[in-house]
C-alpha cells in the first residue's frame, strides 16, 4: 500500500500541535525546509522539528531545499529528523556523497531528490546508497501548485533504476497531490506521496488520507 506523508507547510501554524494530530493516520510527517536562496521562500527551520518531535511519533521526513546542507544535517538529525533529504542540485558531488555518509552514520535513512528540470539520471552515481529518491512534480519553493505530467516518466525511471539495481528504495514525490494525480504516481511506481493542500484542506482529514492511499 502507498504512503502518506502530509506536509506541514499547508498546516496552520497558529495550531500546528492540532493539526498534526489530524493527520496522525498518516505514514509519515513531512517537512520542507526552504532557505530562500537554493528556493525562492524561506518556510522553517530546526526549531519547529525539535518542538514537533516533542509532541508527536511519527516519522519525521526532513526535505533541505537549502543550499549547503551539509552544514545542517547533523543537526536536523539529533533533532528527531528521521529521514533527511538532499538535493542533488544543492552540493557539489563529493559534498553530496559525504551528506550522504553523515546521516546513515546518525543512524537515520537518507534521500536524495530532484527538481523537475534535472534528469533522473543525476541520481544514478548515488542510488546504492540510498533510502529515498525523491522526484519534484512541482518547482519547489511554494505549496499549492499543480501537478506537473512530466512527472510520471522520471518516476517511472526512478522506479527502474531501484529495480534494475536491486536496491530497497522509496519513491516518493512531493507537488501537487490530489486523489487524481495520486493513483498516477502509484501507478508510476511511486511509493509514497508527499500531500499538503489536499490533506490539510480537507473537510476530514483521515478520510483524505485514507482515499489518497487507495483505499
Request: a negative charge; charged letters at 25%; proline letters at 6%.
Amino acid at each position: 500500500m502507498i504512503k502518506i506523508a502530509p506536509s506541514i507547510l499547508a498546516a496552520d501554524f497558529t495550531r500546528l500541535g492540532e493539526d498534526i494530530d489530524s493527520i496522525k493516520t498518516a505514514d509519515l510527517l513531512h517537512f520542507d525546509v526552504m532557505d530562500g536562496v537554493f528556493v525562492p521562500n524561506i518556510s522553517f527551520g530546526l526549531p519547529v522539528i525539535k518542538d514537533v518531535r516533542r509532541v508527536t511519533d511519527m516519522p519525521l521526513d526532513v526535505h533541505l531545499m537549502i543550499k549547503f546542507p551539509g552544514k545542517y544535517i547533523g543537526k536536523f538529525c539529533d533533532l528527531g529528523a528521521d529521514i533527511v533529504v538532499l538535493h542533488v542540485e544543492a552540493e557539489e558531488p563529493w559534498e553530496i556523497k559525504k551528506g550522504i555518509r553523515e546521516v546513515k552514520a546518525k543512524g537515520k535513512k537518507v534521500g536524495l531528490s530532484v527538481k523537475p528540470g534535472t534528469p533522473v539520471s543525476e541520481l544514478e552515481p548515488y542510488a546504492e546508497s540510498l533510502d529515498h529518491i525523491l522526484i519534484m512534480s512541482v518547482e519547489p519553493g511554494f505549496g499549492g501548485q499543480g501537478f506537473m505530467p512530466e512527472a510520471l516518466p522520471k518516476i517511472e525511471e526512478a522506479a527502474a533504476l531501484v529495480n534494475r539495481l536491486g536496491i530497497k528504495c522509496d519513491i516518493e514525490v512531493d507537488g501537487g497531490i490530489n486523489r487524481v494525480t495520486a493513483r498516477q504516481c502509484e501507478n508510476a511506481g511511486a511509493t509514497i506521496l508527499v500531500a499538503g493542500s489536499s490533506v490539510f484542506h480537507a473537510a476530514d482529514r483521515a478520510e483524505e488520507i485514507m482515499i489518497l492511499r487507495g483505499n
